[in-house]
């Protein structure tokens, strides 16, 4: 009798070990997908949606994306950065004369990626900084 409960409690634990190997793909699959031109420990940025055109990349900060001419022509970004515990990056809109950061538009962290800004991100991008934290 006892080694009859035994194997139905193995067979059961066995069961449900087999349940959660069926769900483990379900969840890797749900990860957001990384466009391949933003290399490790990079922002990247794209003038068209669907991170097509031109593409901007850093692995530091910039205070003002005039001087490389991407200011406001961001369409969708990517954070590719390495989560070092400076890997959320800052995205500000209206960096002023003097390199102050403007209004947030948004925080992503590692692994996040946007193919296509709404109307209040598309084209606003000036500038941005590694963080902390969101």
Request: aromatic content about 12%.
């Amino acid at each position: 009798m006892r080694l009859r409960t035994l194997m139905t409690a193995l067979a059961v634990s066995a069961l449900g070990l087999g349940a959660l190997t069926l769900t483990a793909p379900t969840a890797a699959a749900s990860a957001q997908w990384m466009p391949s031109n933003c290399g490790s420990g990079n922002f990247c940025i794209y003038d068209n949606q669907n991170f097509g055109g031109r593409m901007w990349a850093w692995a530091g900060n910039n205070d003002d994306y005039t001087r490389s001419g991407a200011n406001d022509r961001a369409s969708s970004w990517a954070n590719n950065g390495i989560d070092d515990g400076w890997a959320r990056v800052w995205v500000f809109q209206n960096t002023s004369w003097d390199h102050q950061y403007g209004n947030l538009l948004a925080c992503l962290g590692p692994g996040e990626a946007y193919a296509s800004l709404d109307g209040s991100q598309d084209n606003q991008a000036s500038a941005h900084t590694w963080e902390q934290r969101c």
